[in-house]
Structure formats: structure tokens, C-alpha cells
């Protein structure tokens, strides 16, 4: 009975050291709380530092782990509408919600099979900023097959041991913008197959095996704005069909710029087919209107006409500088039934034209030193720079190419510092400088001011608030206002001294920043606020916990058990 007396004793006291223990941590705990904001307000000394932490402040740390190259997958095959679903990021396949499938990264080296491969669908779908790359011999980057409504945007499709993008058979309504179809064994992209009603625009077609864009037996077609540079053999083809439309687009360095083959009523106009080996090739095809175009310093011929196209009107074209006759036709394929006019012709090595056949020859022009279009260059001199002398404003910018010239913009780009404002506004409207991207140097292109930001491009600090319109969008404050946390302290002023610009109370003790700055307590502690007891006036003022009470009258039963089971031994014992 003794021995288990003394047992029992020993637990108790066991129990007591533990809870007393355990009171006191819970006791002290604020203080060691405190200790740690102190550590922390030290760091908010240094500004750099405290954008590091502070995990409000968005946009400084990218903590998403999502790489601007996208993601690595396997090729993709869609055989019907249904398939969208295992590749989309958003949308169900109306027009106002479309499929999206985007920020993929293909390498199809071995897998015997497009990079992407899409086919009989109707669903409205977004391709856009994926890279495709390495297809085995024989197979093609994007692969379409009966395909409508499609926007292919911003795509890089290079070196592919075939095609880049090819719409093989009734792809219809599809817009190819933006896209990079380079260094390809086959054709940049490749049209057939009554794919009729499709845009192919702002694209560059470069470095490819065979053709840059190639369009055949379709209709309704229009390619506008492509750059086909250095293809092996013609930079845009179109065979077969017609009523397509050809225009602005440029083609230099390949071994034809552009050609026409047995096709009908296409406009070709507004284009530049210079430094290929020849120019423009019109064979076979009838009706057609080839207006304006440039065709100069090429190796050969600028327009060489072949099997016997009838019926064409050529007016206002520029045919200089070539290596053998600015127009030419065998004897064998003469045209017939053909206007010439207006057209500019000078220094062809073998003359200006040899065309033989019934044709209307009138106002052709052979004096390079004029001003055709009025826009205070000569002729010659818009030659020697690829402007049209015959259009005044040759990039349709609304300002004329002279003014261009004598202003330092470029006369062939809209937007010549690639800012985003086009020329016409940056001298006029916004008064930004349309040579430099970024006029007020805060970082922030001038485009991306006006039409994102809204911000004042010719001001480095819109908000005059301390801090850079750039440093704003980074801190995500708002650069329109100075102080986007309404703390009455600017938002430059916050970031130098350690608060949150974004939040008016940093450290969350129920006072603004600016109240505490002012009264002399720490912003970023939100054990120092104002009107909080001090050592001078109090005892001490330990926090008491919730839990570190309840310990406390734990050992008050405890003490009071054990003085309980010492009188109850006493009369025991007696």
C-alpha cells in the first residue's frame, strides 16, 4: 500500500513540473512573438529587401514556375470536334467561346507523325503561341484536313523535316496571323484543295526548302503583309482557280517572287518582288489585275510572261533596275488582249519591255526623275530606297514618304520603333518620339502606356508619386494615382520606408501607416501602435494566452489534489 502511495505521488509530481512547464512557454509567448517582428522590422530597413519578402507585393516575385516557351508535350491529333477537349485551356467551340489550345512546345523528332494534326472539325477553335519543330521526313508542323474555323495565331512552325503549316482539303475561315513557318524542308505554308475563304496575313515565310506560301485550286483567298524571304524556289505561288487577292506582301531572294499558273481574276497588287532571281511570273493565267507592284533589282526579268496569258491589266507597276527586260514574253507564248499603263520603266539591262502580241501599250513612263506621287521624293530616289513611286505614302501610315524621309521615320513600316503607335500618331497626336520605343525612358513601351496602361508615355512618373510608371505595374500599384492604398502616404514614399503601398495597414494592428509615422510607432510591428502601454507607466504587461490560463488553474487543481491526498494520509496514518 506504501509503495503505490509513493507511485502515485511520483506521477503527480510528474504531471506538475509538465504543466508548469507548459503554462510558462504559454505565459511568455507574446513577447517572444514580439521578438520576432523586431527581427522583421529590421529587414524592412532595406527596400530591396523587404520587395523580397513581402509576398503583397505582387508582381515582383514570379512564383508561378510557368516558363514564356510553354509546355512540353507529345504531338497533337485531333480526328473530330470532341478531341478539342484534351488539349483546351478555355472555351467550348461556339464563336464567342472557342477552343484554345496554346503554349505548347512540340518536338515531333520520332514520333513518325505531324506536329499537330487536325481534322474534320466545324468547332470554332484558337491556335496559338506554340512551337513546333523536328517532324520526321514526310511529315509537316501543323497538318489540316477538312478543317473550319480556325485563328492560328503567333506560332513558330521551324525546321520540320516537311511542310510548316499545310491546309491539305476544305479548310475554310481560317486565319494564319503572326505566325514564324522558317527553315522547313517543304513549303512555309501550303494551300490546296478548295480551301477557299481563308486570311493569311502578317506572317513570315522564310528559309524554306521549296515555296514560302503556296496556294492552289482555292478561292477567295487573301494574303496581305507576308514576308517570304530566301525560299528555294518561289516566294508566293498561286495555281489554279483564282479570285484570290495578293497584296502587300514581300518576296526578296527568292528564285521567283511571285507567280501566277493557270489562274484567273486574282488581284496581285501593292507587293514588292525585289532581288529574286526573277520578279513576277504571270503564266497561263487570264484577268488578272497587277497594280502597283515593285519589281526591281532582280536577276532576270521583272515580269515575265508565259503561255500565253490573255486578258491582264498591268498599270502603275515599277520595273527597274533588272538584270535582262523589264516586261518579257516569248514569241511562241505571247499575251493578247493585255493593258499596259502607266507602268514606270528605267534601267533594265535589255530594255524596258519585249512583248509581243496584241496589247494596249499607254502612259507608260521612262524618266525616273519625277515625282510621280507628289510626295516630295523622286522617283529614282523611292527606287533606290523600295518606296512605290507611285504612292505617296507607301507603308499607309498617313504620312507621305517624304515626310518620312526628312523626319528620320521609315517609309516602308507603320510603326518604325515598334512601340505599338504608328508613326502618324507618335508626330501628331501623342507627341511621343517615333524613333525611340520608349520617349519618357520609365521602361514601358509607348504603346503599351496608351493603349494598356493609360499612362502618360512622355512622363516617367504619370502619378508623380516617386516611383516609375514601370516600377508601378511591378509593385501593381496604381499608376494613375499616389496613393493606391488611400494610407495618405505616396506609394514611392511607402516603398522607400518599408510598408505595403498596397495595404493601408502593413502590419494589421488596426492603424494606418501614416497615423503610426506620425506618432512615432513602427508600421510594420504590429505590437507597436499607438496608444499601447508602455514600461514607464505599467507593470509589464505579459499576454496572457488563452491556453497559458487554462495551465495555470490546471496547477491550482493540482496543488489543490495533492494537499487534499496529503490530509487525507495524515488520517490515514492516525
Known amino acids: ?19 508548469v512547464f507548459q503554462g510558462f512557454s504559454n505565459f511568455f509567448k507574446i513577447p517572444e512573438e514580439k521578438r520576432i517582428n523586431n527581427a522583421i522590422t529590421y529587414l524592412t530597413a532595406s527596400n530591396s529587401v523587404a520587395a523580397d519578402w513581402n509576398p503583397t507585393w505582387r508582381g515582383i516575385n514570379n512564383e508561378d514556375g510557368i516558363s514564356s516557351a510553354g509546355t512540353e508535350i507529345s504531338p497533337i491529333n485531333i480526328s473530330n470536334d470532341s478531341d478539342f477537349s484534351l488539349y483546351d485551356s478555355g472555351g467550348n467551340g461556339q464563336f464567342e467561346t472557342p477552343w484554345i489550345i496554346e503554349n505548347y512546345v512540340i518536338n515531333a523528332s520520332g514520333y513518325a507523325t505531324h506536329g499537330i494534326h487536325i481534322q474534320n472539325t466545324e468547332a470554332h477553335f484558337i491556335l496559338r503561341n506554340c512551337t513546333i519543330t523536328n517532324t520526321d521526313p514526310g ?25 510548316g503549316v499545310v491546309l491539305n482539303y476544305r479548310c475554310t475561315y481560317i486565319t494564319l496571323s503572326n505566325n514564324k513557318a522558317c527553315h522547313n524542308l517543304g513549303t512555309g505554308i501550303f494551300i490546296n484543295g478548295n ?10 515565310v522564310s528559309y524554306n526548302g521549296v515555296h514560302g506560301i503556296y496556294l492552289a485550286n482555292s478561292e477567295h483567298n487573301t494574303i496581305n503583309n507576308n514576308l517570304a524571304y530566301h525560299n528555294s524556289e518561289v516566294g508566293f505561288y498561286i495555281g489554279g482557280l483564282g479570285h484570290n487577292s495578293l497584296t502587300r506582301n514581300i518576296a ?11 489562274s484567273h481574276y486574282n488581284i496581285i497588287s501593292s507587293n514588292t518582288a525585289n532581288a529574286n532571281y526573277g520578279g513576277i511570273v504571270i503564266a497561263a493565267s487570264d484577268f488578272n489585275f497587277v497594280t502597283y507592284n515593285l519589281a526591281n533589282y532582280n536577276d532576270f526579268i521583272g515580269i515575265y510572261l508565259a503561255a500565253s496569258p490573255d486578258n491582264n491589266e498591268f498599270d502603275n507597276n515599277t520595273i527597274t533596275f533588272n538584270g535582262d527586260y523589264g516586261i518579257y ?28 502580241g496584241n496589247n494596249i501599250w499607254s502612259g507608260n513612263i521612262f524618266n525616273p526623275s519625277t515625282d510621280l506621287d507628289a510626295d516630295g521624293l523622286l522617283s529614282i530616289d523611292e527606287i533606290y530606297i523600295d518606296t512605290n513611286p507611285f504612292l505617296s505614302d507607301s507603308d499607309i501610315d498617313n504620312l507621305d514618304d517624304g515626310f518620312e524621309v526628312g523626319f528620320g521615320t521609315n517609309p516602308l513600316v507603320v510603326d518604325t520603333d515598334g512601340d505599338g503607335l504608328n508613326d502618324f500618331y507618335e508626330v501628331f497626336l501623342s507627341s511621343t518620339n517615333p524613333i525611340n520605343p520608349d520617349t519618357d525612358g520609365d521602361e514601358l513601351l509607348d504603346g503599351d502606356e496608351v493603349y494598356i496602361y493609360f499612362t502618360n508615355p512622355i512622363l516617367w512618373d504619370t502619378d508623380s508619386d516617386g516611383l516609375s510608371d514601370s516600377e508601378e505595374i511591378g509593385y501593381a500599384t496604381n499608376p494613375l494615382y499616389p496613393d493606391s492604398d488611400y494610407d ?17 495597414d502593413t502590419d494589421g494592428d488596426g492603424f494606418l501607416d501614416s497615423d503610426e509615422i506620425t506618432q512615432g510607432t513602427n508600421p510594420v510591428d504590429r505590437l507597436d501602435y499607438p496608444g499601447k502601454p508602455t514600461d514607464d507607466n505599467l507593470i509589464p504587461s505579459y499576454h496572457l494566452s488563452i491556453i497559458g490560463f487554462t495551465s495555470l488553474l490546471i496547477i491550482l487543481l493540482l496543488i489543490i489534489l495533492l494537499l487534499f491526498y496529503k490530509i487525507r494520509r495524515k488520517r490515514t496514518l492516525a
Not at 195 to 204: A, E, G, K, Q, Y
Not at 254 to 259: M, R
Not at 337 to 353: E, H, P, T
Request: include cysteine; hydrophobic fraction near 35%.
Open 488 to 504: 495618405d502616404l505616396n506609394d514611392g514614399f511607402e516603398v522607400n520606408f518599408g510598408t505595403d503601398p498596397l495595404n493601408s
Open 195 to 204: 480551301s477557299d475563304n481563308n486570311i493569311i496575313t502578317d506572317n513570315n
Open 329 to 356: 514574253s516569248l514569241d511562241v507564248s505571247e499575251p493578247n488582249n493585255c493593258i499596259f499603263s502607266g507602268n514606270l520603266f528605267c534601267l533594265n539591262n535589255n530594255g524596258s519591255y519585249s512583248v509581243p
Open 139 to 163: 511529315y509537316s508542323g501543323i497538318f489540316f484536313h477538312n478543317v473550319t474555323n480556325c485563328n492560328m495565331i503567333g506560332n513558330y512552325i521551324n525546321h520540320n523535316a516537311g511542310g
Open 1 to 19: 500500500m506504501k509503495n503505490k502511495r509513493s507511485w502515485f505521488g511520483i506521477v503527480i509530481l510528474i504531471l506538475f513540473i509538465g504543466v
Open 252 to 262: 526578296k531572294a527568292n528564285e521567283v517572287g511571285i507567280q501566277l499558273l493557270i
